[in-house]
């Protein structure tokens, strides 16, 4: 809005100083419960802003944004981020990606966005995704390989998301098969791959990430702080969600040049042991029953094996793992 633009103005142009709220009323020429209301908007997305009695307010942060250019810089995949969509806000980066997809764009092709107001997960659920914290980032490929291996796509991205937090941070993350990573046990990221197909022929996998980077614990609504975690809240310090984008698109482009050249079977290393489920008792919820058991490992092509204590040997092509240990 006009006052936001002339409030942000106004603090430019007294850098580290204190501007009270009735000088700031007088200089846009608003009420002084206008520029509260302004400030408190201003807080909402990301800025620090310090109020001092009897001296008024001062910005200490702002938000870091992420722009295409700044990620862009340094970045040196071949594919993979060569062409970057940036946008403030969208309802979801899957949807954009899609559309994208089905022009043609070309491979590699990467949607990032500030804020999703209808993020999604898998099975509808919602993917809470707030302003300036998180990646929220789409990435499409087109892989030539038959339908049925479209899933490996997850486990992939997966290991190239640990692999760039274990490069940039002190943090160790697990994988939870198939699309969840955490830290101390709880998730960091959601990932959720979508095709675009005809008959069997992959056209596009759009895999969708969902980072969690420098959120405080207060910043989750109060369903997911038991469940949900950051990177800042595990390590403390806030980190620089563009060099996170770039590490992330240089070791995916690594593993899927592995992955088009050698198959799954080297990812599928790298995956179990990253993997925090192999060997424990797990139950695994699909759409239709539930299997107890132990998570043996995953099969060449992805697939979760689940070994029930009868002795029977489960193929798990979709479901939602609980460890029950
Ligand atoms: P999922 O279905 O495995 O997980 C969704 C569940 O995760 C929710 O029901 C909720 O309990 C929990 N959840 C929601 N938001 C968060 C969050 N920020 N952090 C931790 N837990 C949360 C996981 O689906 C796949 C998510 C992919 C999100 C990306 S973001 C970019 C792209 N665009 C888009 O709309 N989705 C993907």
């Not at 006009?2 to 430019?12: G, T």
């Not at 046990?185 to 069997?200: N, P, S, V």
């Not at 993997?275 to 998570?295: C, D, F």
């Not at 995953?298 to 029950?324: F, K, M, P, Q």
């Amino acid at each position: 809005s006009e006052i936001r633009k002339k409030l942000l103005d106004a603090f430019s142009n007294n850098e580290d100083q204190y501007l009270s709220g009735q000088t700031l009323a007088d200089t846009i020429g608003c009420s002084r419960t206008a520029i509260w209301k302004h400030i408190e908007e201003l807080r909402k997305d990301g800025f620090e802003l310090e109020a001092i009695r009897n001296k008024g307010y001062r910005i200490v942060k702002t938000p870091e944004r992420v722009s295409a250019d700044e990620i862009r810089l340094g970045l040196k995949t071949k594919y993979l981020g060569q062409s970057i969509h940036y946008e403030d806000a969208v309802d979801s980066t899957q949807r954009v990606a899609h559309r994208l997809a089905y022009d043609q764009s070309m491979e590699g092709t990467v949607v990032v966005a500030e804020e999703q107001t209808l993020g999604r997960g898998r099975m509808e659920r919602k993917w809470y995704s707030p302003k300036y914290t998180g990646i929220w980032m789409s990435i499409i490929l087109r892989p030539k390989i038959p339908l049925p291996k479209a899933p490996q796509l997850t486990l992939i991205a997966a290991v190239a998301v640990v692999q760039a937090i274990e490069e940039l941070t002190e943090l160790t993350p697990q994988i939870k098969w198939p699309n969840d990573i955490l830290i101390n046990g709880k998730k960091m990221t959601g990932i959720l791959t979508e095709l675009q197909a005809e008959a069997d022929q992959i056209n596009s996998v759009i895999i969708g990430m969902g980072i969690n980077v420098n959120q405080k614990l207060e910043d989750f609504p109060i369903e997911l702080r038991e469940i949900a975690t950051s990177l800042a809240i595990e390590q403390g310090v806030y980190f620089s969600r563009s060099a996170i984008i770039r590490s992330v698109l240089t070791h995916l482009e690594k593993l899927y040049f592995i992955y088009i050249e050698k198959g799954f079977f080297p990812i599928k290393i790298l995956w179990e042991s990253y993997a925090i489920s192999i060997g424990k008792t797990i139950k695994a919820r699909t759409l239709s029953n539930v299997i107890e058991g132990k998570a043996l490992g995953i099969t060449d092509d992805g697939v979760l094996r689940i070994e029930d204590h009868s002795g029977e040997i489960h193929y798990i092509y979709s479901a939602d793992i609980e460890l029950s240990e």
